[in-house]
Nanobody
C-alpha cells in the first residue's frame, strides 16, 4: 500500500520560506517520479515541481521557477520542496504524488496522492 505523507506547511509572511516534506512508503520508487502540486480554493490543481526518483532529474512549473527547489533523500524515502520568496498567490494546499515513468505536468498521470499540507502566505 503506497502512502505519501506531506508535512511542513504553515503560515508565513510574504518573502518568507518553507520546506515541505513528503515521506513515501509502500514500494520501491525506482522508475517513478515524485511530484508536487497545489490547489487553491476554487482553482484547478496546478503542477509545481517534479523529480525522478532514480536520477534526480527535475522539472518546474512556470509559476514557481526560480523560487522553488525540489530534492529527494533516497535513504529516507522523502521528497522535499524548498520554497523561497513566497507571495500570497502561493497560498494553497500542497500535494505530493507519484507517477510511473513520467516527468511532467499532467496530474492525471500521477496515480497516488497524499492528503496535502496547507501553505498560507500573508501579505
Amino acid at each position: 500500500q503506497v502512502q505519501l505523507v506531506e508535512s511542513g506547511g504553515g503560515l508565513v509572511q510574504t518573502g518568507g520560506s518553507l520546506r515541505l516534506s513528503c515521506a513515501a512508503s509502500g514500494r520501491t520508487f525506482v522508475g517513478y517520479t515524485m511530484g508536487w502540486f497545489r490547489q487553491a480554493p476554487g482553482k484547478e490543481r496546478e503542477f509545481v515541481a517534479a523529480i525522478t526518483w532514480a536520477g534526480g532529474t527535475t522539472y518546474y512549473g512556470d509559476s514557481v521557477k526560480g523560487r522553488c527547489t525540489i530534492s529527494r533523500d533516497l535513504a529516507k524515502n522523502t521528497v522535499y520542496l524548498q520554497m523561497n520568496s513566497l507571495i500570497p498567490v502561493d497560498t494553497a494546499t500542497y500535494y505530493c504524488a507519484t507517477a510511473r515513468g513520467y516527468l511532467g505536468t499532467d496530474r492525471y498521470r500521477y496515480d497516488y496522492w497524499g492528503q496535502g499540507t496547507q501553505v498560507t502566505v500573508s501579505s
